[in-house]
Structures are given as C-alpha cells and as structure tokens.
C-alpha cells in the first residue's frame, strides 16, 4: 500500500502504516530515505493509548499524518504546484534571480518511478504563467550527492567553456556514414535550426528556468530543507519510532526545464531515430569536453526528441504525401535528465564520490558496471564511472531500442 501510494500520490511526501494482528498494533512509517517503526503495543494493555492514535486520525483536521504535500493544490483551472526558490523573474532571462514563487498547472504525467526508497522520480508534462509548456521534475536526490539544479548550473555556466571547443562540433566537411555520403544530412547537422531558450542554452541539453528547494516548518516553526531525516523526526512523540538503520538522507527537489520532447523510442523510421540519437550524443558531448560534466545514466527515458508543443501532431506526426521518399520528421535530440552527473573539471572539488557507487539504467549499464557490481574479477579494481561507459551505454541504446 505504501508503495502505491506514493507512486500514483504526487502530493505525498510519506506514508503511515497501522498493521493490527490480533491486540498487537505496529506502526511505521515510509519515506523515500527510508521507514522506522514503532515498538508492538499491546492495545488490551494501552487501551488509552489506542483511543488517542483512533482520535488523531479520525478528527484531525487538516489530516496531517497524511502529511499532503501543502504546495501542490486543486482549484478550477486543475491541479497546480508552487515553486518558491530560484530561477528566472521572467523564464527567458539568463540571470537567475530569487523569485517570490512561480506556479505551474500540472498537464500530465510523464514518468512515475515504481518503488518506495530511492529518488521517487515523477516528471510531469506542465504549463507555466506565461501559457507556455515546461518539464517538471520533482525527485529526492540524496544530500550526498550533486543535485539536478548543481548540474544544469554547470552545464550553462559559460566560464566553464574550453576554448578549444568553444565552436559547434558538427561539420559537413569532415562527418560521413561509414565513409559513404550522408545523403540525408543526418549526422552533419542533427540539430537543425530549433530555437535556443536562452543564451546559457547548451546545445542537445535542456535549460533549467526554476527550482525548488521544498522547505517546511521544523519543531521550533522554521522553514528548513524537507529530507527524509526531518520527515522521520515526525511526528512529535518520535520516541516511540525506532529508526531504519540503513536509511538515507534525502531531499526533495523540484525543477523545471524550457524544452518539451517525448522519449526516442517513438521513432518512426531510422532516420529520424540516428538524428535524434546524434543530437543526444552531441549534447553528451557539449556536456562532457565543453563544461566537464559527465551524464553518466544513458538511457531510452534519458534521450528525447524534441518537439514545439504536446499535441498528437508533434508526438506522432503525419508524412505528407505531397514529400518525397528523402522527408522524414526533423526532430532534434536531447540528452536529458543529469541528476546522475559527475562535475569531472580538475579544477574542481565537487565530483561524486564512487568510491562504492556505480550508476546506470540496466540493461543500459556498460558490462565493467555490471561486472563491478557483481563482484567479478576480471572488472578490476573499481575506478568510477567514465566517458567510455556512457559511451557503452549509447552502443546498446541503439540496439535494444
């Protein structure tokens, strides 16, 4: 039930259990960091105590132990969420700047990972103030690690430019299919002429405009960071809570990218899928050798195509019968979600301890990965995710899909 819950329930930050076996009552409690539990209480020996839990949670109201996550809400327009945070004062500036709040209507769903711990991913199809068409992404990075808004800070920071590769990558000149012509421009030129959201834009990423640390009231009332850990401090009689020692620390984190598209695998000939597949790897590329960030979770949900708006004539288009047999759709490929990503500038101090971590999509996951985590031999000593293994990761992108 926990797990459903906070699968289909966008507004719930965590979940209680009551489990009663005969007059033994057990209670617990589920975040995406981790649950505790209460110690067994006989009800036949605390029957003041079971009145009093009945109490709260039947007169409460609002329900807090239901703990509705107060920033998302319903009203005639559907259903909204409230960003209080950073970002852009309006979406197309390229500073950003702390804003008092942006709402955004949530269309629909786009992805909803399956599970009870770990970052709880939900992306969501949204439209902003200005009518305009945003990706939400509302997740639980752990605090140990570099968050989506630290990464896409890093990908449009232009001080981080290496000069050597300060131009566009892509040149006719030198660019062929297997040393045949590419008479379909498709590996010249995979990213066409789309509009660029702003100047800090980098080309085949998606350009964060806001986000949202989520903050709520500790004990004493001040707004602090919501983790898991606050989460499991509630409610106040914790006393009784024995805690998971396995759990996590995490935050939550909600942020909002410019650029709409729909996963790969909605390709409709192989051409269009090798140009949405070139402009992915063009982005991995920009990220990599032009701001040294690493993506390091290559997979069919991670590379998109692009499109102008959500409608049906974008997301499956028609092939107009008036085009000859060179015309397919032109749809531009982008390399997105990087929550996973590693800042691997040597200047820097800010990259992912991989010490006992590896990171991936199976079965997108390069075979030394899997090999590690499997403890075989012939992987060798553990050295962290590199470029070679998103590129690995591509290789059977292309296969499988």
């Known amino acids: 039930m926990a797990v459903l819950c906070l699968w289909k329930q966008v507004n719930r930050c965590y979940f209680i259990t009551l489990s009663l076996c005969g007059s033994q009552l057990l209670i617990l409690q589920h975040t995406r960091g981790g649950s505790r539990r209460s110690p067994v209480i006989d009800i036949d020996k605390h029957p003041a105590l079971f009145t009093s839990l009945l109490l709260v949670i039947s007169l409460q109201n609002p329900p807090l132990w239901l703990d509705y996550d107060p920033y998302i809400t319903d009203d005639e327009t559907g259903r909204q969420v409230r960003l209080y945070g950073r970002g852009a004062e309006h979406l197309a500036d390229i500073v950003m700047k702390p804003v008092a709040a942006t709402t955004f209507t ?3 769903p786009i992805f909803m990972a399956y599970g009870l711990r770990g970052r709880g991913t939900r992306v969501w199809l949204v ?50 299919v297997f040393g045949e012509k590419d008479e379909y421009h498709i590996f010249d030129n995979p990213l066409f002429d789309e509009p660029v959201f702003s100047t800090t834009t980098l080309r085949g990423t998606p350009t964060l405009v806001c986000w949202d640390e989520v903050h709520r009231p500790d004990a004493t009332g001040t707004l602090v960071p919501e983790t898991t850990s606050l989460l499991l401090g509630h409610p106040p009689s ?29 390709f409709s000939c192989a051409r269009e899928f090798f140009n949405a597949m070139m402009g992915a790897v063009v982005g991995h590329f920009n990220g990599y050798v032009r701001r ?34 060179g015309w397919y759709p032109k749809r531009t490929g982008l390399l997105g979600d990087w929550g996973y990503g590693e800042d691997v500038d040597s200047n820097t101090s800010a990259q992912r301890d991989d010490s006992c971590v590896t990171v991936g999509t199976y079965p997108f996951q390069a075979t030394q990965l899997m ?6 031999d012939w992987a060798g000593p553990f050295t962290g995710h590199s470029v070679q293994h998103d590129l690995e990761a591509f290789v059977w992108l292309i296969v499988t899909t």
């Open 106 to 108: 949530l269309i629909r």
């Open 127 to 176: 439209k902003g103030p200005d009518d305009r068409h945003y990706i939400l992404k509302d997740c639980w990075p752990s605090t140990s690690q570099a968050s989506d808004v630290t990464i896409h800070h890093l990908l449009q920071d232009r001080s981080r430019e290496d000069p050597l590769f300060a131009l566009e990558v892509r040149s006719s000149d030198d660019e062929a």
């Open 238 to 266: 914790s006393h009784l809570f024995s805690a998971d020692e396995h759990a996590e620390d995490r935050q939550h984190l909600r942020v909002a990218f410019a650029e709409c598209g729909i996963s790969i695998a909605w």
């Open 292 to 325: 040294k960030v690493l993506h390091c979770d290559i997979s069919d949900t991670n590379v998109w195509m692009r499109i102008p708006r959500p409608e049906p004539e974008f997301i499956v288009p028609d092939w107009p019968k008036d085009k000859g047999p």
């Open 371 to 376: 090999a590690w985590e499997a403890g075989l």
